[in-house]
């Protein structure tokens, strides 16, 4: 046995958190600190210093030599630039020195981000700034022990060109407003109210021999080809099935560097695919937990190599089987602990709930097409709507007793009752009756209460969780601040409360559906009710730049238009890259290896016809067969590789207009993808697996 990790002993041992800054930091300067974080207080500048100094101390005890401003650009995944300690002197000495200005500020070259026109090539300047809300780290990896600190990244003019500094704006707007919602409510004593997330993080474990021999997985993350083995998932016996010691271990090594580094992994089990497993976090901080969700996914893909493996984060690495995603757990709770999604025991009559409730169905119904441009990313076009995810509709999932409060609202314009969830009785004498929850969980709603808190469930595997913060505490606060705006100026409260609560349900309701969301009526009873089901990501990205929503963004502080209109940019940009890489990926397989493959085969078995018709006159009309119906399907993919060669060289003669691009991309180039896939597949079944040049699905999902 290896040693024995004591995790209430080592639990955040490489973290600067609050309970090291409280030891190492003077009284005043924590205070001053802390008054920072809670209350966004201004940072002065001795603080500064002196922080830095307890930093860089804390941190050279822990044998780090670099730091680095750690930020989320554009690109989807984090940044990086090691800075040592180091200060060169006269007499050829050096000194560790790390000071206040550099804790505060940093300046990577920003020329080679996505800006989406932002800025120019040759504008090079940007910032980089700390996050102080954010708990600086310490990384051990091949390169040694670096000082992590995560910061925002804006360029020289002051546009934002990352990820946190929209949700940070994100997070004030809603504090504020919803400050004002519960002072209505009699609430003087709260000073903040802040959203939790707990993200919930699936990916795929495949042997990394097996993985370096499919070049599809290697530039793209998925696989371009694959036929089904015969045993996929039907049998439902991965899920939540018995974890194999290899993947345990990986499991173990996971869970010690995540729990090192403070992120609060807590539950871990089989997925419903083959090879397919998941990893959900304990509830912090938003953009804490943006944060730790992008610790999760670099932590997966490191340590899964230390163990001969390979984590796929692409949400649909294989056709055939449940892709990935990502469940955002989304709630608002004061900083005295009070959940403003909690409906307590009988949420008919907790007025403060109702209207929390129904400003919610308010912001998701009005603004349904950002929440489903949130979760859009190339791989998700692949996943949801497909029978194992959310359906590309957004509506809410309240369940039985609050459906029924809600129509009670409706009918009568008041509450009366809420349905109680009753025993659950077993029938097994020595296992006890016990209390049901007053509803049930659907799987295929894409936003729906659980309890004390809504789940995203929309939300891709590789995709970062800012993305639908930024709009769900964006819209929520704008439904705070005009139920606000009414309340505040009403000569009865309570009569007007109610009022409002009774038209929000009312006029919203539209966007609850407790059903069947993968069925076919539903699609049909969505369009009735005038929901919009926006298919594909290219198609989505709109929902950025309409009039609505820039209005929205500047009117919280959270996006200025340039700053949407960047991003929308960005989006085209990077679909088109991404189809482009696989397109390209396919016709250099398909030429370089899968043509080649099957013309041997093919030589090889008109040899062996040939052989037999040579010494005997045995019948050779399965071999003759099989040859017919191979040379066919070899000759299908030749036509089809060209016609994708043609359209791909077609797309990326597009130039100057990223969303032309990307159209053509859509609605040309992937389906000339899925069509060149058609034969091959095909074709893999009946090539001798001895000359397949790549691992098959079998060996890839079944063999970890």
Known sequence: MGEIFDVAERYGENVFSDSVMRERLPKQVYRELQQTISEGKELDTMTAAVVAQEMKNWALEKGATHYSHWFQPLTGV???????????????????????????????????????????????RGYTAWDCTSPAFIKEDVTGSILFIPTVFCSYTGESLDKKTPLLRSMQAINDQALRLIRLFGNTTAKKVTVSVGAEQEYFLVDREKYLKRKDLIFTGRTLFGAMPPKGQEMEDHYFGTIRPRIAGFMKDVNEELWKLGVPAKTQHNEVAPAQHELACVYTEANISVDNNQLVMETLKRV????????????????????????NNWSISTDEGKNLLDPGYTPHDNIQFLLVLTCILKAVDEHADLLRES???????????????PPAIV?????????????QLISTGAATHSKDGGKLQTGVRSIPDFAKDATDRNRTSPFAFTGNKFEFRMVGSSDSVAGPNIVLNTIVADAFKEACDILEKAE????????LIKKYATDHQRIVFNGNGYSKEWEEEAERRGLPNIKCMVDSVEALVTPKAIKLFEEFGVFTRSELESRADIQYDFYSKAINIEARTMIDVTGKQIIPAVIK????LAGSISSVRSVSDADVSVQTELLEEVSGLLSDTKVRLQHLTDVT????????????????????????????????????????KEMWPMPSYGDLIFEV
């Open 649 to 688: 060289e077609e797309g990326a003669a597009i130039i100057g207009d990223n969303r032309k691009r990307a159209i053509f991309f859509n609605r040309e180039v992937a389906p000339a993808m899925s069509q060149l896939r058609d034969p091959v597949d095909k074709l893999e079944m009946l090539v001798d």
């Open 375 to 389: 979760a859009a990313c190339v791989g998700n076009d692949h996943r949801l709507g497909a029978s194992e995810a």
């Open 78 to 124: 984090t940044a990086e630039k090691h800075e040592a300690f180091v200060s060169p002197q006269h007499g050829g000495k050096m000194l560790l020195e790390f000071s206040g200005k550099e804790l505060v500020k940093g300046e990577p070259d920003a020329s080679s981000f996505p800006s989406g026109g932002l800025r120019a090539t040759f504008e090079a």
């Open 395 to 407: 509506s809410v999932y309240l369940g039985e007793q609050l459906e029924d409060v809600l129509c």
């Open 492 to 499: 009865d409260f309570d009569m007007a409360v109610h009022d």
């Open 601 to 604: 085969y093919i030589t090889a």
């Open 304 to 327: 899964a190599e230390r163990h001969g493996l390979s984590c796929l984060l692409h949400e649909k690495p294989f056709a055939g089987v449940n892709g990935s995603g990502k469940h």
